[in-house]
């Protein structure tokens, strides 16, 4: 976990230095997270904090829990993660196995938080491994629906088109990272769900 340290000692630093941690929504997660530059503003009614490391596992996420989320003392917990691990040749039932891990975690240190898993996206650049990205998701939604204030956002439905594939103006050109309406989607489904905050 060495590759991530560097980053993730400058969000320390961020956690630190935030005058005001109390009541934040808190969003956890990989470069998806990261890169969303507007989350201030795309959710200026409430008060959030963006602590997404670029590149990250959900193997990662929850290696670093301590170290990132514990400190933020959240209000709400909005995670993403997963397509990482999947890109790298995870199987589903391993990514399965991470979240649950980061769920014992979270019931152990914060087990009064509402937590948010916002579903695997299904991007283009990763499509030839939808059926993994698609369990993975549907695992996770299975062990969600056991655990009361646990949520699961479903992004995935919405950015496929009619014919059931990724909908390409919600990506950047890499085909990976989410473009602006990708963000403003999300920020649309998310705003459907006051709960989750």
Request: aromatic letters at 14%; proline letters at 5%.
């Amino acid at each position: 976990m060495t590759w991530y340290e560097e980053e993730v000692q400058q969000l320390e630093k961020k956690i630190q230095s935030t005058a005001d941690l109390t009541g934040r929504t808190v969003f956890y997660g990989s470069s998806t997270i990261r890169l969303w530059n507007t989350l201030e503003r795309d959710f200026s009614d409430k008060k959030v904090l963006n602590i997404g490391f670029g590149g990250s596992t959900l193997a990662a996420c929850d290696w670093f829990f301590e170290r990132l989320v514990i400190p933020t003392q959240p209000r709400s917990l909005i995670f993403y993660a997963g397509d990482n691990d999947l890109g790298d040749g995870r199987f589903s039932e391993e990514v399965f196995l991470f979240f649950s891990a980061l769920v014992t975690k979270m019931q152990q240190h914060l087990p009064e938080v509402p937590f948010t898993f916002v579903s695997i996206k299904p991007s283009p650049a990763r499509w030839y491994i939808i059926d993994r990205i698609r369990l993975a998701n549907d695992l996770i939604r299975q062990k969600i629906e056991e655990l009361p204030t646990y949520h699961y956002v479903d992004v995935f439905t919405s950015m496929l088109d009619s014919k059931g594939h990724p909908r390409w103006e919600l990506f950047e050109k890499d085909g990976l990272h989410l473009s602006p309406k990708g963000y403003a989607l999300w920020q649309q489904i998310l705003q459907q769900h006051p709960q989750i905050f």
